[in-house]
C-alpha cells in the first residue's frame, strides 16, 4: 500500500474516532468565550473560525461571546483616555463606555463577523442590546483595605447580568446561524453597560442551557502551584484552590463563570488555551481535550 493511500486511510480514522463526539454534541449548543492571543493572531483568528464553521457544519450550534480589552485600551489612548482598573475590572465612565461600544460592537464584533462568513460562515452580530438579549445593573466591586476590610466600590457603568433573553440566540441557531456577542448589556436605568465577557458567557451558557462553556484563554487551563495543569477539577475543589492562591487574578472571573453554568444546568465548562492551533476541535473531538474542565 502507497503512502499516499496510508495517509488518506489515516485521515479516514481520525474522522470514525470524532464521530462518537459529533453524535453525543449533534444538535447541541456550545458558548465558546473568544478572546486572548486566539483573537489577536491572524492564524489563530482563522483557526478559531474555521472550528466554529466545522462544528456547526457537523450539527452542534457554537455560540461566540467575545471581548475586546487590549483593543480598548489602545483606542482609549489614541482618545487621551487614561485606563484605570479596581481588582482588574476596567472603570468606566460615559467617555469610556462610548468607547467600549465602539470598539466591541461596532470594530471587534463586525471583525468576527466578517471572519466567519469570509470562510464559510453565516455569521450574525448582536450586542446584549439586540433584542433586550442582555438585561444588566451597575455591579458594585468588592475592594479589601490595608486594614484587611472590604470596601464597596462604584466603578461606573459596569454591569452584571440580571437576565439572558435566550429566545434571539434560539431564533439565530434555529435558522442556521452562528450568534457573535459583544457583551454590553442595557439597564433598567436606560444606560448601556460593559459586563465582563467571561462572566456574560457563563451567563448566556446558563440561559440555554448549554451542553458546555468554553473559555479561550492565553494558559494551558488551571496550573496548581508546581505549574502542572489540573486536567480536571470539581466545584468542591475550588473553594480551596481560591482561598491558598492557586486561582486569582485574572482566572477568577473565568471559573466564576464556569460554576455559573454549572449551577445553571450546564454540562461541563472548560478553560483551554487558544494559543494551541485549533484547541477547539481537539477538546470537542478528542478523548483526552486539552485545558481543564470543571464538572459538578
Known sequence: MGGEMEGAISKAGVLIEALPYIQSFHNKTVVVKYGGAAMAEEALKKAVALDVILMRYVGIKPV??????????????????EPRFVEGLRVTDEATMAIVEMVLVGQINQEIVALLNDNGGRAVGLSGKDGGLLKARRALVSKRREDGSIEEVDIGLV????AVNAEVIRALEEGGFIPVIAPTGIGE??????INADLAAGEIAAALKAEKLVLLTDTDGILDKGGTLISTLGRKDIEGFITDGTISKGMLPKVQACLRALDGGVRKAHI???KVPHALLLEIFTPEGVGTEIVN
Not at 485600551?73 to 489614541?78: D, L, N, R, T, Y
Not at 454591569?159 to 440580571?162: C, N
Open 64 to 81: 461566540l461571546v467575545h471581548g475586546g480589552g487590549p483593543q480598548i485600551g489602545i483606542a482609549m489612548e489614541k482618545a487621551g483616555l
Open 159 to 162: 454591569g452584571e447580568v440580571v
Open 189 to 194: 436605568d436606560g444606560l448601556t453597560y460593559n
Open 272 to 274: 483551554i488555551n487558544g
